[in-house]
């Protein structure tokens, strides 16, 4: 299942760089060389991470063995190709244990746990995708399911719709054309229209109900982080499974947990 498309052109870059005195060129391309891994289903090549990261063949040589060196890339362990280095997660744990939003998030999530069996996550919210930041598993699950740092798309899951339901109209729709809708499952609605009426019912409900649009057999709530302003940080995720829940029971059941969950995260910010 593809993961929505996380931007690492150098293209981007050179043209942030004619515009930026202060942008360093030499790191956007160790960054470009970091993100190669973003699609990858296994190890790369040093011409593969070239390619990904839209630089020369030398200068990924060179890249990446200054990131070998400081433990950010290492070498497969068939040696025939590279992966990310084991120092990439001591950056992951200070992203999260020094987000304010994570900090509150934490506690209340844990404390859900003690009246839902079913999944609950936490996700934060990037404009086309929210990035999932704590997981609390149920009894299924596949592999990428439970990682934290997984992104999925905000027009067609139920955080992400939670998400856009928070932003003004017109920003809303701004969003949902600019990514590439995507049908992940015979279900998904990849209608602009349509989607932007989901997001008015979310908007009057409170929360967000998606069934079999990102994964089928699949039903769950999500119900926005707002800060101050009224603008959106990340989402609570509840999924559930149809074999065992209907729609309406389901919403029923979890929608008041997720927003009293909400409630008291938002009082925080």
């Given at each position: 299942?593809?993961?929505?498309k996380r931007p690492?052109?150098?293209?981007?870059?050179?043209?942030q760089a004619d515009?930026?005195?202060?942008?360093?060129?030499?790191?956007?391309?160790?960054?470009?060389?970091?993100?190669?891994?973003?699609?990858?289903?296994?190890?790369?090549?040093?011409?593969?991470?070239?390619?990904?990261?839209?630089?020369?063949?030398?200068?990924?040589?060179?890249?990446?063995?200054?990131?070998?060196?400081?433990?950010?890339?290492?070498?497969?362990?068939?040696?025939?190709?590279?992966?990310?280095?084991?120092?990439?997660?001591?950056?992951?744990?200070?992203?999260?244990?020094?987000?304010?939003?994570?900090?509150?998030?934490?506690?209340?999530?844990?404390?859900?746990?003690?009246?839902?069996?079913?999944?609950?996550?936490?996700?934060?919210?990037?404009?086309?995708?929210?990035?999932?930041?704590?997981?609390?598993?149920?009894?299924?699950?596949?592999?990428?399911?439970?990682?934290?740092?997984?992104?999925?798309?905000?027009?067609?899951?139920?955080?992400?719709?939670?998400?856009?339901?928070?932003?003004?109209?017109?920003?809303?729709?701004?969003?949902?054309?600019?990514?590439?809708?995507?049908?992940?499952?015979?279900?998904?609605?990849?209608?602009?229209?349509?989607?932007?009426?989901?997001?008015?019912?979310?908007?009057?409900?409170?929360?967000?109900?998606?069934?079999?649009?990102?994964?089928?057999?699949?039903?769950?709530?999500?119900?926005?982080?707002?800060?101050?302003?009224?603008?959106?940080?990340?989402?609570?995720?509840?999924?559930?499974?149809?074999?065992?829940?209907?729609?309406?029971?389901?919403?029923?059941?979890?929608?008041?947990?997720?927003?009293?969950?909400?409630?008291?995260?938002?009082?925080?910010?």
């Open positions: 299942m593809p993961d929505p690492h052109s150098s293209v981007a870059s050179n043209f515009a930026d005195r202060l942008f360093v060129r030499s790191a956007a391309r160790a960054i470009h060389v970091l993100s190669a891994f973003h699609d990858a289903d296994g190890p790369l090549s040093l011409t593969d991470i070239a390619a990904k990261a839209e630089i020369d063949r030398s200068a990924a040589q060179r890249l990446v063995h200054t990131l070998m060196s400081l433990g950010h890339i290492r070498r497969s362990a068939d040696d025939r190709g590279y992966l990310p280095g084991l120092r990439l997660l001591d950056h992951t744990h200070d992203t999260l244990r020094l987000d304010p939003v994570v900090q509150v998030a934490t506690p209340v999530i844990l404390e859900m746990r003690k009246s839902l069996s079913e999944r609950i996550d936490f996700s934060l919210y990037d404009e086309t995708r929210v990035i999932y930041a704590l997981r609390m598993q149920s009894k299924r699950e596949t592999f990428y399911a439970t990682l934290v740092g997984h992104s999925v798309p905000t027009f067609c899951t139920a955080g992400g719709r939670a998400t856009l339901s928070a932003l003004p109209v017109a920003e809303a729709r701004e969003i949902i054309d600019r990514f590439p809708l995507h049908q992940y499952t015979s279900q998904t609605n990849i209608d602009p229209d349509s989607i932007m009426e989901r997001l008015e019912k979310a908007r009057r409900d409170g929360f967000a109900l998606v069934e079999n649009e990102f994964v089928m057999g699949e039903v769950a709530v999500g119900v926005p982080i707002l800060n101050r302003q009224g603008r959106p940080l990340g989402a609570i995720h509840i999924a559930g499974s149809l074999s065992e829940w209907s729609v309406e029971d389901f919403s029923r059941s979890t929608a008041p947990i997720a927003q009293e969950a909400a409630r008291a995260i938002n009082a925080s910010f």
